[in-house]
Nanobody, 122 residues
Framework: QVQLVESGGGLVQPGGSLRLSCAASGSIFSINTMAWYRQAPGKERERVASITSGGTTIYADSVKGRFTISTDNAKNTVYLQMDSLTPEDTAVYYC????????????????WGQGTQITVSS
């Protein structure tokens, strides 16, 4: 009923930048919070940044000042601008959203994207 499709991953050199996009589609009534998570090999998945429908943002300490999360509400899309990337940012990045669907407007469901690989290496 709802899909999150990510794009923008790839290989980048240390100090470089990348921009991830995640578009939500399907039977969407409303979107509450959208977020980006990442999971590096051998590590637990961690939340990188989140943004509410009202525009409130939260960042992990490790990315503050380097990453920026934003949304285009008309397109149901969330972005993650990543600057000053380091090898420690290498991970699979996942889009996440809390969405109310048309059929069940009193219930919020959590959805995940398929993940996109970011590799920071020279």
């Amino acid at each position: 009923q709802v899909q999150l499709v990510e794009s923008g991953g790839g290989l980048v050199q240390p100090g470089g930048s990348l921009r991830l996009s995640c578009a939500a589609s399907g039977s969407i009534f409303s979107i509450n919070t959208m977020a980006w998570y990442r999971q590096a090999p051998g590590k637990e998945r961690e939340r990188v940044a989140s943004i509410t429908s009202g525009g409130t943002t939260i960042y992990a300490d490790s990315v503050k000042g380097r990453f920026t999360i934003s949304t285009d509400n008309a397109k149901n899309t969330v972005y993650l601008q990543m600057d000053s990337l380091t090898p420690e940012d290498t991970a699979v990045y996942y889009c996440n959203a809390d969405i109310t669907i048309l059929r069940y407007r009193s219930t919020m469901f959590e959805y995940w994207g398929q993940g996109t690989q970011i590799t920071v290496s020279s």
